[in-house]
């Protein structure tokens, strides 16, 4: 039997203990391109214990709602950054650590022109983009030894809207 777990819209102060949201809101640092590009400056912190930090590119396969949360990872060798190539929104499920294992699971719903950045050793849920295409920009840790750990749930949890 499977735990209810209700995704709500994702934004910055509730998404702060796991990481940053990438997004351009607000009025922009600087304006740089002879005034027609605005830069919205240094909006998350990359942290890699060793390595350097590399940019992949994820297809994945679009899910539905609800969505069956049955395993959690994180990467404890570095942070991981999510940039969509798509206009789709996209679930994010992360939870803080409890003792060596995930703890009560978080669920947002990520909209068009948002990006997130899971700080190093964050839960989160897999890649789960709601529509075709799933093309992500990732940027992560390339280096040397293992930065995976996954937990898989006694439970599962039932993400829904």
């Known amino acids: 039997m499977s735990r209810d777990l209700h995704a709500k819209p994702l934004n910055a102060a509730d998404f702060a203990a796991f990481g940053e949201v990438l997004e351009a809101v607000g009025e ?20 890699f214990a060793d390595g350097r930090a590399g940019i992949s590119v994820f297809n994945a396969q679009a899910r539905t709602l609800p969505f069956t949360l049955e395993m959690m990872e994180r ?27 995930p703890g009560q699971p978080r669920a947002f719903l990520a909209q068009p022109g948002q990006g997130v950045n899971l700080h190093r050793n964050v839960w989160h849920g897999v890649l789960c ?21 996954e937990h898989w749930f006694d439970r599962p949890w ?4």
């Not at 922009?28 to 942290?47: S, T, V, W």
């Not at 039932?158 to 809207?161: D, G, H, L, P, S």
Request: charged residues 25%.
């Open 75 to 101: 990467h404890p060798e570095g942070s991981q950054a999510f940039v969509p190539m798509h206009q789709n929104p996209y679930l994010v499920v992360v939870a803080d650590d409890d003792g060596g294992k």
């Open 129 to 149: 983009p709601l529509q075709d295409p799933g093309l992500f920009a990732v940027i992560d840790r390339i280096g040397e030894g293992a930065n995976l750990e």
């Open 158 to 161: 039932q993400v829904n809207a």
């Open 28 to 47: 922009p640092d600087k304006m740089i391109n002879q005034g027609l590009c605005g830069r919205h400056h240094d909006r998350a912190r990359l942290d």
